[in-house]
């Protein structure tokens, strides 16, 4: 069965469902959703397959069955995602862990309420041809770094037993090309991302994962404005109900979001193949930690803990921050529990 027509039959389904009965007046549904204004969600970068379990929830009906409505604003690089949410100008917003960490230490109302990437595919990666297998063998080595990393990478460099002056570290680029032309040995980044976006274009790659070299970070962390939070928390609870259906239905049909991405909701010109690879390379992130025994989106307090302990230790956290003052899990756990 194709996509329009499935598409045309839950249409056709909901609109028998928001029809019966109701002459001139509003349906049960439309009553809630004139109730409470529609939620605002700040992506971080690019509507992409990174995003699919979102768009799978508005495609699959997952947030109107939860009586949600929802419009996702895509982010990039110019683009200030957590300032957005702290100013209002969006509820909630994802994020990777870092840069919520440092939001929070400067005093931003934000809270953490679930996670996507219950590990992050953060990596540090080399050409499979010359393979950087471990943190010693950057002795010597040119890695290109986010700047807002470089702390944790010199922290990992300096764990290792290396002189971070050992290693040369340089600015990284969205697109990590500068690794296949030799002017750096290592690229650190996403390997379900620039490390799909190497091997689809033929270039194997080696990868250390930073969750196992001992730098855990989360990613698609889902936060929102505290006040916000506690002032909609039936409305957040229901987004997150939807948001858990939405990639539960993606990560069951990775060929049918990775068309639609492609197809209707990404960016314009997204590859299918690299976003096929995407949502299969970010499966066992996504489905790991507490995502197996609690249900996907749950948080992992004690992971946040120790996150917080390596911001802490490489001077970035100063407070006394903790996971329970950074996260509130009642939501998604919440939203687990009655779905």
């Known amino acids: 069965m194709s996509f329009s027509h499935l598409s045309q039959q839950r249409r056709r389904v909901l609109g028998l469902g928001l029809g019966l009965g109701l002459g001139a007046a509003m349906s049960p549904l439309r009553h809630a959703l004139a109730a409470e204004a529609p939620l605002t969600f700040q992506l971080s970068w690019i509507k992409s397959i990174q995003y699919g379990g979102y768009f799978a929830g508005l495609e699959a009906g997952a947030f109107s069955r939860n009586r949600i409505e929802v419009a996702f604003n895509s982010g ?35 809270k953490v309420i679930a996670t ?3 590990r992050s595919p953060l990596s540090i990666m080399s050409l499979a041809s010359k393979p950087i297998r471990t943190v010693q063998e950057l002795k010597g080595k040119t890695v290109a770094v986010a700047t807002s990393n470089k702390p944790l990478m010199l ?20 697109d990590p090309s500068a690794l296949v032309s030799g002017q750096i040995d290592a690229y650190s980044g996403y390997s379900t991302n620039q490390g799909v976006m190497l091997e ?10 930073a969750h196992d070299l001992g730098m855990p970070e989360t990613a698609g962390t889902i936060y929102g404005r505290e006040d916000f939070l506690h002032a909609n928390r039936d409305q957040v ?16 049909h990775k060929e049918q979001i990775a068309h639609l991405m492609v197809e209707k909701y990404g ?3 997204l590859d299918y193949k690299a976003q096929y690879a995407e949502i299969v390379a970010s499966d066992p992130f996504i489905t790991a930690g507490p995502a197996k025994t609690k249900g ?3 948080l992992d307090l004690p992971l946040y803990d120790k996150i917080i302990g390596v911001y802490r230790k490489v001077g970035i956290v100063k407070s006394d921050m903790s ?3 950074l996260c509130d899990s009642s939501f998604i756990d919440a939203a687990l529990a009655s779905s």
């Open 237 to 252: 609870v229901r987004f997150l109900k939807g948001a858990v259906g939405g990639w539960q239905w993606a990560l069951s």
């Open 323 to 325: 996971a329970a003052s």
């Open 200 to 209: 689809t274009r033929g270039v194997k790659i080696f990868s250390l994962n």
């Open 155 to 174: 922290n990992l460099i300096r764990d290792a037993g290396l002189d971070p002056m050992s290693v040369n570290i340089v600015p990284s680029a969205p």
């Open 267 to 269: 960016a314009p010109g």
């Open 76 to 110: 990039g690089p110019n683009i200030d995602p957590v300032a957005n949410v702290a100013a209002g100008q969006a509820q909630l917003g994802d994020r990777p862990i870092g840069p919520l960490i440092v939001a929070r230490e400067r005093g931003m109302p934000i």
């Open 116 to 118: 996507v990437f219950q």
């Open 296 to 298: 996907l989106l749950a």
